[in-house]
């Protein structure tokens, strides 16, 4: 707090505030996991631009949700990792709603990007024989430019909304994270203006490329039950389902976390899905595809063999 004005200064986060002697432990695990999530995340970013067979729109914007991916979870969990180990769990108000601004421009990037991969998915199981000539590298290059672009305008204009409220106190959250909600709540300051205002905006840039996800994966499945051969349904169906694992995970996590039915009563279920968000679900993107893509295997033993030739 501001002794002169009574103004809040600095949050306290204190998600990790019970976990006495599990400290060292989480912190390990979660040191882990980020750096397993950076590495996969760089790896796949690395392969596809190196890689000549990985040149297609369904890896190009594969690599820029890797991008996302490393954005994200860098703006939280070294900060985590930083609390659980010095147990200092302040964050000044400016790293705070800038902490909240990349989270929030990344994951609403990452909306847009996993809509645009299931239409990508769309035309090359519906529609094959026109999918070159339907999406190149030119309006690949113009959709990925375009998520990245909402993302961060819609959310600068939360975060200007953010910079004129008041914090007067108190100034604890309960969370991992600079998070809307907890700021919204120890705001000071009229309140239906960005309640409104992300209500809408989380609407159009969430549910609506979910909505639409939801409508390709109708007409993907109704194409490929048409498929006449048991072996031409697996393969049609294995070019899509790495992304609808991926899409499945995040939008599920999502959804729980920032759509429940009374908030008081699951909190601590909350903050667990909180740290499944912002942790686990940025490791999934690099295992799923890495496990179940051909591709990505032809390229990671390219990589592998050259390297070793290389060394000889």
Same mark, same amino acid.
């Given at each position: ?8 200064? /600095? ?8 976990? =006495? ?23 796949? %970013?690395?392969? #596809? ?7 297609? @729109? ?28 010095? $147990? ?8 705070? &709603? ?31 024989? =026109? ?6 590298? $030119?309006?690949?290059? $113009? ?18 909304? &953010? ?18 909600? @907890? ?8 309140? &239906? ?6 209500? #809408? ?11 639409? %996800? ?9 194409? %490929? ?17 790495? =992304? ?13 976390? *920032? #759509?429940?039915?009374?908030?008081? $009563? ?8 909180? &740290? ?5 679900? @940025?490791?999934?993107? @690099?295992?799923? *595809?890495?496990?179940?893509?051909? /591709? ?17």
């Amino acid at each position: 707090m501001d002794p002169e004005n009574g103004n809040v200064t /600095e949050f306290l986060l204190v998600g990790f505030k019970n976990l =006495h002697s599990f400290r060292t432990f989480v912190f390990i695990f979660l040191l882990l996991i980020y750096i397993f999530t950076l590495s996969g995340n760089l790896l796949i %970013i690395f392969l #596809v631009a190196t890689n000549a067979r990985l040149r297609s @729109p369904m890896y190009f914007f594969l690599s820029n949700l890797s991008i996302s991916e490393v954005a994200f979870t860098t703006n939280i969990v070294p900060n985590m990792l930083d609390n659980l180990l010095s $147990q200092n769990f302040s964050i000044s108000l400016p790293r705070c &709603l800038t902490q909240y601004y990349f989270f929030s421009s990344t994951a609403t990037t990452e909306c847009l990007l996993l809509a645009i991969m299931s239409y990508d998915r769309y035309l090359a199981i519906c529609r094959p024989l =026109h999918y070159f000539s339907l999406i190149n590298f $030119q309006l690949c290059c $113009q959709t990925a430019m375009c998520s990245w672009l909402a993302g961060l305008t819609i959310s600068m204009v939360t975060l200007i909304l &953010l910079c004129k409220s008041n914090f007067c106190g108190p100034n604890i959250i309960d969370n991992f994270f600079c998070d809307l909600s @907890p700021l919204i709540e120890l705001s000071c300051s009229d309140k &239906l203006v960005i309640e409104m205002e992300s209500f #809408v905006f989380a609407s159009l840039l969430t549910l609506l490329p979910f909505v639409f %996800i939801i409508t390709t994966y109708i007409m993907i499945l109704y194409n %490929i039950l048409k498929i006449p051969s048991a072996t031409g349904r697996k393969k049609a169906f294995s070019t899509c389902s790495s =992304h609808l694992v991926v899409v499945s995970t995040y939008y599920g996590t999502l959804i729980t976390m *920032y #759509v429940a039915p009374s908030r008081k $009563q699951i909190f601590s279920i909350s903050k667990a899905l909180s &740290l499944l968000y912002i942790v686990v679900t @940025p490791l999934l993107n @690099p295992i799923v *595809y890495s496990l179940r893509n051909k /591709e990505i295997h032809f390229a990671l033993n390219s990589i592998t063999k050259y390297f070793t030739t290389a060394n000889f």
